[in-house]
């Protein structure tokens, strides 16, 4: 979690709009089912009416009202309105109407009221028994004496929806006017859509604009989490890519990385989200204490639920992200062996060590996916039912006129978002050890410390030709039980070719490995120019080495990019590496010459013409020293001749001090000086012709491989 804010933190400021964006987007969404519940009561049952004095009372229907008033009332209602006659035309509330019979017309001042008397409250009470009144079918035109005590009975209880029943008796009353009562509906509910519409509008706009900053956002700290692993596995010396399998360090750079993005944008949409739109709807549920219940009841469930996903399925999520790495390393292993493989006909035995592990991870995979999936139906069964169950019980108060259907609807809308909400924080909590999951393999990577480093005071190797020494070495493989080499002890003076010689495995590939630090050295030390070669700078010693490994190894590109090799170089040394390694008739032999492609791992290039281009990568640059592990062997006898009578006159001009390694007599016979391997220790050290006197390795060597008649 620590790394995921340490990357987080240059985001701060986006991540506050993010938040401030979410706030936003909550607020429309919520508002919306209050609209709604507007719309279908006081737009569908009240036809559209908001006001509780009426706009326009015909004469006769004034009379009514007035009879249930005091005197004081009366006047003061009488006030407020003034008389029209029939006939006239006027405009009540954007409507043009032509008065069929005497009206009064509430006054201008009354419709924004300021110091003007509130009417209200004179007037619900005596509208709503004009409305009981027409509801019973009294006509009370004709009485003189008004059935008061008869109408207080009726309106007994009813209280709470004075101000409703109020609102449709002026919808009946507009009707007598004159007014299109289908207008005032259409028009109320017309404007309320757009108004929703326009909220919806900038709901979806802030959403968007919040999903893409997310987005951007974690794709962002996704590419620099790829690169500082790219850097740091770049900086891995061997023995820390031994801890790490290369399929590992492949699928946390790809899949476990892309599991972390996905975690991000989830915190930033999500983990925000739920949270402020579930307590804002918390606080709207609240209105309507009679059902709240009912989502206490839906929580119950899910959280139920969400144990049982606890207990089974969160442990797998480890074993899933191991079973990943071991399949990549089954199918890489695969496809770089692919050959092999079917040249043994051993194509079965990888099917079956491929098809363990798979169905291994399809178990798990399928036992996984399936709790998680049971979940889905969960929550659509919790949903509808609270759905019902909210019909059901808002049904009864509807029935006592303690709800309305518009705020039963609006109540189901806010119910759900409640449950999606806490539906979603509790699945954060299980995605969120998921991708940890992901963020400590990581995590692991970016916080190896590397072996093999500067140190702290770095001494600076001088410029010309050194001698290179080796002092009672010592070296063991990191996490090997035994040393591969012991007491190794030589020098290499400028201008000087030593060669290494010696059965496979007797370590002369890890002699060279110790010179430019790939390893450190377990005893003793190595020298260049008398310094040790851990007190200078991996730079600069790097610098001053040429070296061509065992395995030739080349990068997709195209030839010249893999002899160059990023460096800067000047057009005659490029032509003299590729004359010296013996290159001219690859690049002659290509069509497009040095610009000839490379593919993947040199797939399309001879072993030694590979070896040759790794060769003239090495010479490409003047160096002190340079190092040719065993990469004469794929050549032929010819050729090999060549190069190296090539490189001789090389080294009599630059006076560099060359290393070889060879299998074979002929290539090293003239060398200044031989050393003989065995085991990882020296067993001779000289010419060539006093080593066939004196060394019985050298010459058992050198009788497999010359004819007697070459070895006098
Ligand atoms: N990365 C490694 N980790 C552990 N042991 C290693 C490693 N590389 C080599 N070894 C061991 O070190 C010993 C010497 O290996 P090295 O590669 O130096 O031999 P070599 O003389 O170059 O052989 P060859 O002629 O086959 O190239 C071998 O026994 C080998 O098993
Ligand atoms: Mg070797």
């Not at 109020?166 to 289908?182: C, D, E, I, M």
């Not at 918390?282 to 049982?308: D, E, N």
């Amino acid at each position: 979690m620590k790394l995921i804010l340490k990357y987080l933190k240059p985001y701060a400021l986006i991540v506050l709009a993010i938040v401030a964006l979410t706030f936003i987007q909550v607020q429309t969404e919520l508002t919306l089912p209050d609209y709604m519940s507007r719309i279908v009561t006081e737009g569908i049952q009240y036809g559209g009416i908001t006001e509780e004095v009426p706009l326009a009372v015909t004469a006769k229907d004034m009379d009514i009202i007035l009879g249930f008033m005091n005197e004081n009332d009366r006047n003061t209602v009488l006030a407020a309105y003034y008389p029209v006659t029939k006939g006239t035309k006027g405009k009540i509330d954007k409507q043009e109407v032509v008065f069929q019979e005497d009206v009064y017309l509430l006054s201008q001042d009354y419709l924004f009221p300021a110091d003007v008397p509130d009417l209200t409250e004179i007037m619900r009470k005596p509208l709503v028994y004009a409305y009981l009144a027409e509801q019973n079918g009294m006509d009370l035109s004709k009485e003189t004496d008004l059935p008061i005590g008869e109408l207080e009975e009726k309106a007994k209880g009813l209280e709470d929806n004075f101000g409703s029943m109020a609102k449709l008796y002026n919808s009946a009353l507009y009707a007598r006017v004159g007014l299109s009562t289908q207008k005032i509906q259409s028009s109320y509910i017309l404007s309320s859509g757009m108004i929703m519409l326009g909220i919806a509008a900038i709901g979806v706009a802030v959403q968007m604009l919040s999903t893409y900053l997310s987005a951007r956002t974690s794709a962002k700290i996704a590419a620099q989490m790829r690169r500082d692993i790219f850097e740091k596995v770049e900086s891995f010396s061997s023995s820390e890519f031994s801890r790490f399998s290369t399929s590992s360090l492949i699928t946390r750079s790809g899949n476990d990385i892309t599991k972390v993005q996905q975690l991000i944008q989830l915190m930033l949409r999500m983990m925000l989200m739920s949270p402020i739109m579930g307590i804002t709807a918390v606080i709207k549920v609240t209105r309507y204490p009679g059902i709240s219940w009912l989502l206490i009841v839906a929580i119950g469930v899910i959280v139920c639920a969400m144990i049982v996903l606890a207990v089974f399925a969160v442990p797998k999520f480890e074993v899933i992200q191991k079973l990943t790495d071991r399949i990549n390393a089954i199918m890489r292993e695969f496809l770089d062996g692919i050959l092999v493989i079917r040249a043994f006909n051993a194509q079965k035995r990888e099917e079956q060590k491929f098809d363990e592990i798979n169905s291994e991870f399809r178990r798990t995979d399928r036992f996984v996916s399936m709790v998680m999936n049971i979940m889905g139906p969960v929550m659509t069964l919790v949903m509808n039912g609270l759905t019902v169950a909210i019909t059901w019980f808002s049904a009864r108060l509807i029935d006592i006129d303690a709800m309305t259907i518009g705020e039963m609807m609006a109540f189901s809308q806010y119910a759900i978002h409640v449950v999606m909400s806490f539906m979603f924080v509790t699945v954060m909590f299980f995605m969120i050890p998921r991708s940890l999951v992901s963020v400590r393999r990581i995590k692991e990577v970016l916080d190896t410390k590397n072996t093999i480093l500067d140190p702290e005071n770095v001494k600076t190797l001088p410029a010309e030709n050194g001698t290179l020494e080796f002092e009672h070495v010592g070296f063991r493989y990191p996490g090997a039980e035994e040393s591969v080499l012991e007491d190794i002890s030589f020098t290499a003076r400028p201008g000087e070719t030593v060669a290494f010689i010696g059965s496979t495995g007797s370590g002369k590939s890890t002699i060279m490995k110790l010179i430019p630090r790939l390893f450190d050295v377990s005893k003793g030390k190595i020298s260049y120019c008398g310094l040790d070669v851990r007190e200078v700078a991996q730079e600069q010693l790097h610098d001053k080495i040429g070296f061509a490994s065992q395995k030739a190894i080349l990068f997709s590109g195209d030839i010249l990019s893999n002899i160059v090799f990023g460096r800067d170089i000047p057009e005659e040394d490029l032509q003299r590496a590729v004359r010296i390694s013996q290159s001219e008739n690859i690049v002659s032999e290509k069509e497009e010459g040095l610009h000839a492609p490379i593919t993947q791992g040199g797939t399309n290039v001879s072993g030694g013409q590979k070896q040759r281009l790794s060769i003239a990568r090495a010479l490409a640059q003047d160096k002190n020293i340079y190092i040719f592990d065993d990469c004469f062997s794929a050549l032929d006898y010819e050729t090999d001749k060549k190069l190296r009578s090539a490189l001789n006159e090389l080294i009599q001009k630059t006076k560099a001090t060359v290393l070889i390694v060879a299998q074979r007599i002929a290539t090293i016979r003239n060398a200044d000086k031989i050393i003989v391997l065995d085991d990882g220790k020296i067993v001779g050290e000289g010419k060539h012709e006093d080593l066939l006197k004196n060394c019985k390795v050298y010459q058992q060597i050198a009788y497999s491989q010359l004819s007697k008649e070459e070895l006098a």
